[in-house]
């Protein structure tokens, strides 16, 4: 592994943000994103974007939905989130090793890639959660919201840990480069 890390250079974190681009452009901006959702459900939005919910807010958003729309949340939304954190993951995981590699920083703090890697698993988490909610919204599981708000709200705060984590890797970058 630590050959693998030795040797990740610029072109590979190059690749992982167009990859990552390109995923956050279609799951929000294209018609088989949140994008298409908002169109036909005349702004009603989904889960994710919800930082935490209980039980009657989440089917109050999911009614507002209706059927067609938690229908393409579920077929068209879904399947993209779960290739989205991946890309994510690529990215931050590849310009945390870049700056790690960069700042002679790799050996000791590469467990910092456990940021993002924890950041995609419970994104994909809270999808599983959102698809039992969607398959069964006429007999929605209450553990089944619990899970995916928690895991919601934990994705997004390993989400900012690893911008922010990038942040701080970036700043260490430029000071010893002016050094």
Same mark, same amino acid.
């Given at each position: 592994m630590n050959y693998l890390f030795q040797k990740f250079t610029w072109k590979p974190a190059v690749v992982f943000s167009v990859l990552f681009g390109v995923a956050f452009a279609v799951i929000n901006y294209s018609g088989i994103g949140v994008s298409g959702l908002l169109d036909i459900t005349n702004g009603a939005n989904i889960l994710d974007f919800e930082f935490g919910y209980d039980y009657e807010k989440a089917v109050a958003m999911l009614t507002a939905l209706g059927s067609d729309g938690r229908s393409f949340y579920l077929t068209k939304i879904i399947p993209l989130d &779960?290739? &989205?954190? &991946?890309? #994510?993951?690529?990215? #931050? @995981?590849?310009?945390?090793?870049?700056?790690? $590699?960069?700042?002679? $920083?790799?050996?000791?703090? $590469?467990?910092?890639?456990?940021?993002?890697? @924890?950041?995609m698993l419970f994104d994909w988490i809270e999808n599983i959660g959102i698809i039992a909610i969607l398959i069964n919204f006429e007999y929605i599981n209450s553990f089944a919201v619990f899970t995916a708000s928690i895991s919601g709200m934990l994705k997004r705060a390993f989400t900012i840990a690893s911008i922010t984590t990038i942040g701080i890797l970036l700043i260490a970058f430029v000071f010893k480069r002016k050094k």
């Open positions: &779960f290739i &989205f954190p &991946f890309a #994510y993951m690529l990215f #931050y @995981s590849g310009w945390i090793i870049l700056l790690l $590699k960069h700042t002679n $920083k790799l050996n000791r703090l $590469k467990g910092l890639l456990l940021i993002p890697v @924890s950041a």
